[in-house]
């Protein structure tokens, strides 16, 4: 069975400053989707960015980033020049590319920005 | 993306009585999904929320506890029955456009308390 695991509960950045979140998957299957959401305290959950396992190139949004490393089955998230808006829990997640179309769910890393 | 909402936003309520959580979606979708998020935890699917035919729950949930109906593309509702504390949770609904769509969206969840 897939599995994603974010091994930081919590982190926190200076503003203005970068800070890059971690998560590995294991997975056996070579097409799947990885995700980065991102959920406010008591606001909506969103998609921040997304990433096909058969794309080399990594994803980018404006600020947010990630380093894809299939073969080390990392999948991280790098976040430049934060904002206080970016303060939130951010959850990695996977979904297999064919078998169904269940997400999986890290246990997600509360990002705090300090002034 | 898809604009989605949820009523109720919260609520609270007395142990053995039952609530029933709607879900409304602006355009037709193919994928609807039920998820739970217990305080400072991750997500879990309760079901896949199928139009026309019954849900299809995840293990360690059942069609008593969580009848679910979809009737049609735009619509669905969770019902929470015969609560108790531990069901104390923010549900959340999200979409996908199709079953092939990978990216799923979420709604704005329902925050339940069980007294």
């Known amino acids: 069975a897939q599995t994603v695991t974010q091994s930081q509960p919590e982190m926190s950045v200076q503003e203005a400053e970068t800070v890059t979140l971690s998560c590995t998957y294991d997975?056996?299957?070579?097409?799947?989707?990885l995700f980065w959401y991102k959920q406010p305290p008591s606001r909506q959950m969103i998609l921040v960015i997304r990433q096909e396992a058969y794309k080399q190139q990594n994803a980018t949004e404006n600020r947010f980033s990630v380093n894809f490393q299939k073969a080390a089955k990392s999948f991280s998230l790098k976040i430049s020049d934060s904002q206080l808006g970016d303060a939130a829990m951010y959850f990695c997640?996977?979904?297999?590319?064919?078998?169904?179309?269940?997400?999986?769910f890290g246990k997600g890393t509360r990002l705090h920005i300090l002034p | 993306s898809a604009v989605i909402s949820q009523k109720p936003s919260r609520d609270i309520c007395q142990r053995g009585t039952s609530l029933t959580i709607q879900c409304q979606v602006d355009?037709?979708?193919?994928?609807m999904f039920w998820y739970r998020q217990q305080p400072g935890q991750s997500l879990t699917l309760i079901a896949t929320?199928?139009?026309?035919?019954?849900?299809?729950?995840e293990s360690g949930f059942v069609i008593d506890k969580f009848p679910i109906s979809r009737p049609n593309l735009t619509f669905s509702t969770l019902t929470v029955s015969n609560m108790s504390p531990e069901d104390s949770s923010i549900y959340l609904c999200?979409?996908?456009?199709?079953?092939?769509?990978?990216?799923?969206?979420f709604g704005p969840g329902t925050r339940l308390l069980v007294l």
């Open positions: 997640a996977y979904r297999s590319g064919w078998r169904d179309d269940k997400i999986i």
């Open positions: 999200s979409v996908a456009r199709s079953r092939y769509q990978e990216t799923q969206y």
């Open positions: 355009s037709q979708v193919t994928m």
């Open positions: 997975t056996s299957e070579s097409d799947y989707y």
């Open positions: 929320a199928n139009q026309g035919s019954e849900a299809t729950y």
